[in-house]
């Protein structure tokens, strides 16, 4: 089992930063692919990044903006954000699984584990 537990969301200004951090229980955090996903009100939920042992990838409309990088020897996964719309105001969940391939990794069914998530709120 792993548990995943969100932090570093909050209310920011459109044009702002915010670090998203995931830290994960367990022993076997490296042998983990990681990803974040959103959910905007009324919406469903999208993929926003993951990272693996040897790939990130991005939506496209993140690109450029947010990056994902994850430090192993603390079990924490990162999602830098940088200038924020307000189109980007939803609730971030950190995910993983299992592997560390980049099959499908965009895919919401493919992940395991889910954290509660924290709430992103981008002021225009």
């Known amino acids: 089992q792993v548990q995943l537990v969100e932090s570093g969301g909050g209310l920011v200004q459109a044009g702002g930063s915010l670090r998203l951090s995931c830290v994960a229980s367990?022993?076997?955090?490296?042998?983990?692919?990681m990803a974040w996903f959103r959910q905007a009100p009324g919406k469903e939920r999208e993929f926003v990044a993951s990272v693996g042992g040897y790939y990130t990838y991005y939506a496209d409309s993140m690109k450029g903006r947010f990056t994902i990088s994850r430090d192993n020897a603390k079990n924490t996964v990162y999602l830098q954000m940088d200038s924020l719309k307000a189109e980007d105001t939803a609730v971030y969940y950190c995910a993983a699984r299992s592997g560390l391939s980049g099959l499908r990794s965009s895919e919401i069914t493919s992940y395991n584990y889910w954290g509660q998530g924290t709430q992103v709120t981008v002021s225009s």
């Open positions: 367990g022993r076997t955090f490296s042998t983990h692919s």
